[in-house]
């Protein structure tokens, strides 16, 4: 089939920050899974899920207490379960959850699950962001708890479609963009937590630019909402699919929890291709010097 329906899920955390980590996940996890459903049940076949979506972006504070909330992958309950789900609905899933391997390394890592339920493999967020945000000691804290990702820049052969997986932070970097398409991807989904301030107008900038430099899709989602007791700021949603002339396709409103529907027609990427042939006049043998400065 050349066209396949995408489905985004945008989503609030209704939970206060004091509750216990697994009161965080259970609701979260009710919440996605009614949210998958309905997506499903509008056609979509490959359904993606916003970053570290079973629980609040706790990242805003620093506190050993998250650390509970990470699983393994695939081998713990959160990504079984949405193995079972995928394979009832015959949907391909990008689930971001928190990940702990070994003994105590931890990291942001989006697991990929086929439309048979089976699990295909995870993507570990590369870029770290460590700043503040919003008023006091409120900031974007990833360092504290998460490894620089360490499997490369994998793409899934699913279903449906060829799927790359970059996630939140990661869209500043074109570099890993460019090692997604080259690897054959189709589309990339881009799981985030962001709120409105600096790099709001980015929002709509860069992904596109993405898109078109690299002749995929781009699936780029949101959470909404503001979050007690931090207040870090409003995740303003806007969740949308991207084509590879850069042309929104759909896109999510800025404060509701909703699941946003749109096409991806590969035939269009390959005309694309065809038409700016970015990756035939590229020279990467002039580019050294960007593993080396």
Request: a negative charge; charged letters at 25%; aromatic letters at 12%.
């Amino acid at each position: 089939m050349s066209v396949i329906r995408i489905g985004l899920i945008q989503a609030s955390h209704d939970i206060e920050g004091e509750a216990p980590v697994e009161v965080h996940k259970e609701a979260a996890i009710q919440k996605h899974i009614r949210l998958v459903r309905e997506a499903a049940a509008r056609g979509a076949q490959i359904i993606g899920l916003q970053e570290v979506f079973y629980g609040p972006y706790f990242c805003t504070e620093q506190t050993p207490k998250w650390y509970a909330s990470a699983e393994r992958v695939p081998e713990g309950p959160t990504t079984r379960r949405f193995q079972e789900l995928a394979k009832e609905l015959a949907v391909v899933l990008i689930l971001p959850v928190y990940e702990v391997d070994g003994i105590a390394s931890y990291y942001n890592t989006a697991a990929v699950i086929d439309a048979d339920g089976t699990y295909l493999g995870k993507y570990r967020k590369h870029h770290i962001p460590h700043v503040e945000a919003g008023e006091g000691t409120n900031g974007f804290w990833e360092k504290y708890y998460f490894k620089p990702g360490n499997l490369g820049y994998p793409v899934f052969d699913t279903a449906y479609a060829k799927v790359g997986v970059y996630i939140c932070y990661d869209r500043h970097f074109p570099e890993g963009a460019r090692l997604l398409g080259l690897a054959g991807a189709e589309i990339v989904f881009n799981p985030s937590a962001t709120v409105a301030g600096t790099s709001e107008y980015l929002w709509k900038l860069e992904q596109p630019a993405h898109a078109v430099a690299n002749g995929y899709y781009v699936a780029a989602i949101n959470r909404v909402g503001v979050e007690a007791p931090w207040n870090m700021g409003e995740f303003y949603g806007q969740s949308y699919l991207v084509d590879p002339r850069g042309r929104m396709v759909a896109v999510g409103s800025r404060d509701q929890d909703e699941v946003v529907i749109g096409e991806m027609d590969t035939e269009m990427i390959r005309e694309v291709r065809n038409v700016w042939q970015f990756y035939r006049d590229r020279r990467p043998e002039t580019y050294e010097q960007l593993v080396s400065l």
